[in-house]
């Protein structure tokens, strides 16, 4: 179906969309702890305020899809935060369901502004409204619900009953149109009163209301201040009826008080916990601007054009202070060298803009596990840590598809079934910890769990069978170079195909997704006790350190965190294995090849240093010609024409002018991985 949204309403709209992501995002999250602690209210009411916030937008937008289905789960959810429903299992299940059409409708909005038809949902409309009816709910929990009613009898009929006494005095000066929205919604605030005045169809809304209670709010004024409840006595004795303010209730002994506060509807019961909850999502929510991540990409190029004149400006005072000495070429240093410490401290600032917590990714692990482990029949712990840890924007939307595929194997090949775990003598539930924290410039995350691990001899004897490697290569080969295998192509272990893990792709592209952020691979394992995969990866991709190097007199930079160190080139310690170069760097045989080789250019005699780099688990020395020192670079992309070259991560301008093309060290040695032992 399609949606036209007015011009006047775009803005709006975007701006739901975000916030209806945010919104379902959360509600994932929620449900599965909801799982987890039944009874929790505030989460409870949390559900609840998510889908009456998303109706409530979708309302406005006329998109009646997303209302009709969030309007159904809200229903659900005022049920339970009334005690008169408790989800059980199978029904989350359901809920779960709506969670993913609401996704999908909120998908098509993004993609092509169209939603489902209505007759689209009625299946699962369907479903929602068998919970609502009761049907399928757990024995369990309708003997909870009926005892709870029959407890509840005698009290609701008294809260009917003060109900029934208590009416409403307004002040004079409380507009008509607000003294009927209070009326009919006694139990909202006024931010409430505004939801609803939303969820009205158009031609019904009091338009006029609107900036008085957006003032109201704004003076920070409550409902209370606007009306005095009175209650009505009777004098059964006497027939008459006596009328007291409600001021008088504070003087009543702390018992009536609590009494009185239970006559309100169960809505009510949990207010002063949602009160608090409400008004620290409100404080939080007004600290935080939304700014379109094209601005901050635009900052981060002026930025990037600082960096580079920065560069160039101190270059020119170091040839200066060469030919000229001078007490004004000495203010002029000191003034760049200031310049230096601000534009670095406005780089931070603009880096940190594009920052965003891995909890964005995260968040989505407890929901994926809960459904792949019902799926195969086995118990998992899911333990996540450092969901705080914040890095680059633009390197987090390209690890979901790779995490999620790091997970799925854990719970598919690496996790036993509770029975073979029993066997084992292990804990029937297995853990999955999935983890992340800074160190230096670098994030690193990982993936473990207490599986049945790597069996090194089974990938060896695969990757014979494949051509991967020859007999006499696996039997010189490290356990570390065999896990590595699994990274290859095509690789895999399973014996047999599920839906689950796929048909042998899916680490090669997690392999070339790490690789082409410039991040590395490691994994570790034990058979019998567990995997665990550490993903480093820099924190941002626009701005960073490289080695500026040369060789037959081109300038290239290579990253520094690809760098573990840097040595005199020493002929006597250079020897010939076969076809290939070696170094023998403190008792260790390390690969070696010119920079020139690899780059395909002509050949150079004139070999000063070694460049030790770290290429999956191997180091790999490469020999260049010269060293022009650590340079601070912005990355420049290469034009779609140019942007797959293999080696070639992007290109930058030195200090001078000159263009300088930046080394991708693990596309560069991609080629000779299955000439040194199959892996690197």
Do not use: W
């Amino acid at each position: 179906m399609k949606i036209n949204i007015p011009p006047d309403m775009q803005e709006i709209f975007e701006e739901f969309l975000v916030e209806a992501s945010e919104i379902l995002d959360n509600l994932d999250q929620d449900l599965i702890d909801l799982e987890n602690s039944p009874e929790d209210s505030d989460l409870i009411n949390r559900i609840f305020r998510g889908m009456h916030t998303l109706k409530g937008g979708a309302g406005f937008l006329n998109l009646t899809t997303i209302v009709e289905l969030a309007h159904r789960m809200e229903d659900i959810f005022n049920k339970v935060r009334n005690g008169e429903l408790k989800i059980t299992s199978d029904q989350l299940d359901i809920l779960f369901e709506g969670l993913d059409r609401l996704k999908e409708a909120l998908d098509m909005l993004k993609e092509e502004t169209e939603i489902p038809d209505p007759e689209d949902i009625d299946d699962i409309l369907k479903k929602l409204d068998s919970i609502l009816e009761g049907d399928g709910t757990a024995n369990s929990s309708q003997e909870s619900v009926s005892e709870s009613s029959e407890n509840s009898e005698d009290t609701n009929s008294e809260n009917e009953e003060k109900a029934q006494n208590k009416k409403i005095k307004f002040k004079a000066d409380v507009p008509e149109e607000l003294r009927k929205l209070i009326e009919k919604y006694p139990d909202k605030d006024l931010a409430g009163l505004l939801e609803e005045i939303i969820l009205m169809p158009p031609e019904e809304r009091p338009m006029d209301i609107i900036p008085v209670i957006e003032k109201l709010i704004e003076e920070g004024k409550e409902i209370k201040d606007l009306i005095e409840v009175e209650e009505e006595k009777t004098d059964f004795g006497s027939g008459k009826v006596e009328t007291t303010k409600s001021e008088s209730l504070q003087n009543k002994p702390q018992q009536d008080t609590q009494e009185v506060s239970t006559t309100k509807t169960s809505k009510e019961q949990t207010s002063k916990s949602q009160a608090k909850s409400v008004s620290k999502e409100k404080k939080k929510s007004s600290d935080v601007i939304r700014i379109d991540v094209e601005r901050i990409e635009n900052l981060m190029n002026l930025v990037g054009e600082i960096v580079l004149d920065r560069n160039r400006i101190m270059r020119l005072i170091s040839q200066l202070e060469k030919e000229v000495r001078s007490e004004t070429i000495e203010q002029l240093n000191e003034t760049v060298i200031s310049m230096d410490r601000t534009v670095s401290d406005l780089q931070v600032a603009v880096m940190k803009l594009r920052m965003q917590p891995i909890k964005k990714i995260f968040s989505k692990f407890p929901r994926i596990v809960r459904d792949l482990s019902k799926k195969l029949g086995k118990k998992v712990n899911l333990v996540i840590e450092g969901e705080d840890t914040e890095l680059d924007k633009s390197i987090l939307d390209k690890l979901e598809d790779p995490l999620i595929h790091l997970v799925r194997n854990s719970l598919d090949h690496g996790l036993e079934t509770p029975e073979e775990r029993v066997m084992m003598g292990k804990p029937e539930v297995g853990t999955i910890k999935l983890f992340a924290y800074h160190e230096g410039d670098h994030i690193i995350i990982g993936i473990s769990d207490d599986g049945r691990g790597i069996n090194v001899e089974k990938v060896k004897q695969k990757a014979i069978e494949k051509g991967l490697i020859t007999p006499d290569q696996a039997r010189q080969m490290s356990d570390k170079d065999a896990y590595s295998l699994i990274l290859m192509p095509g690789f895999s272990t399973k014996d047999q195909v599920t839906e689950l893990s796929g048909r042998g792709v899916g680490m090669d592209v997690v392999a070339s997704v790490i690789y082409s952020l410039r991040g590395t691979i490691e994994i570790d394992s034990e058979e019998g006790k567990g995997t665990t995969i550490i993903l480093k990866l820099p924190l941002t991709v626009a701005i960073i350190r490289t080695l500026i190097i040369g060789v037959n007199n081109q300038i290239f930079s290579i990253p520094l965190h690809a760098i573990i160190e840097i040595v005199k080139y020493e002929e006597d310690k250079v020897k010939s294995v076969g076809r290939f170069k070696s170094l023998v760097l403190r008792d260790e045989v390390l690969p070696l090849f010119s920079l020139n080789e690899l780059l395909g250019i002509e050949e150079s005699e004139d070999k000063k240093f070694v460049v030790v780099v770290k290429v999956g688990e191997k180091f790999i020395a490469v020999a260049v010609d010269k060293l022009y020192g650590e340079e601070e670079i912005v990355i420049k992309s290469m034009g779609e024409l140019l942007e797959d070259v293999p080696g070639i991560a992007g290109a930058t301008i030195a200090g001078d002018g000159r263009v300088i093309l930046i080394l991708d060290i693990n596309s560069l040695l991609s080629d000779i991985k299955k000439q040194l032992l199959g892996v690197l």
